[in-house]
C-alpha cells in the first residue's frame, strides 16, 4: 500500500527553476527520513539532497545554493525547489522515504534542461 509519486519535472531553460512534489502514502509520513535522488543517463544513481532527523542537507556540491529541499507533513508531501538549473542538472529525479532499513522509492520524474 506504500506509494511515492513525484511529479513537476519536464523541460525548462537553463537558469530557470522547477519544483518537484512528492506525494507519500499508506505510510506515517512524518516518520520516516527522506531524500531526492536523481540519475543521470549513462551516470550512477546520485544522493542530492536529505532530511534526516528534521534537518536538510544538499548532499551534492553541484547543487549547493540552488536546491532546496523541504517537507510538508500535513500534506504528505516531500519538494525539492530548484533554480538556476544547468543543463547537468538533466536527469530522472527519485524520491525516497526511509526508516529503519526499509526504504521506499518513487517512480521517478524526468528533469530536462535545455542550454
Known amino acids: 500500500q506504500v506509494q511515492l509519486v513525484e511529479s513537476g519535472g519536464g523541460l525548462v531553460q537553463a537558469g530557470g527553476s522547477l519544483r518537484l512534489s512528492c506525494t507519500a502514502s499508506g505510510l506515517t509520513f512524518s516518520s520516516y527520513d527522506v531524500g531526492w535522488y536523481r540519475q543521470a543517463p549513462g551516470k550512477q544513481r546520485e544522493l542530492v539532497a536529505t532530511i534526516t532527523n528534521g534537518v536538510s542537507t544538499n548532499s551534492a556540491d553541484s547543487v549547493e545554493g540552488r536546491f532546496t529541499i523541504s517537507r510538508d507533513n500535513v500534506k504528505n508531501t516531500l519538494y525539492l525547489q530548484m533554480s538556476s538549473l544547468k543543463p547537468e542538472d538533466t536527469a530522472v529525479y527519485y524520491c525516497?522515504?526511509?526508516?529503519?532499513?526499509?526504504?521506499?522509492w518513487g517512480q521517478g520524474t524526468q528533469v530536462t534542461v535545455s542550454s
Open positions: 525516497a522515504a526511509t526508516l529503519r532499513g526499509t526504504t521506499y
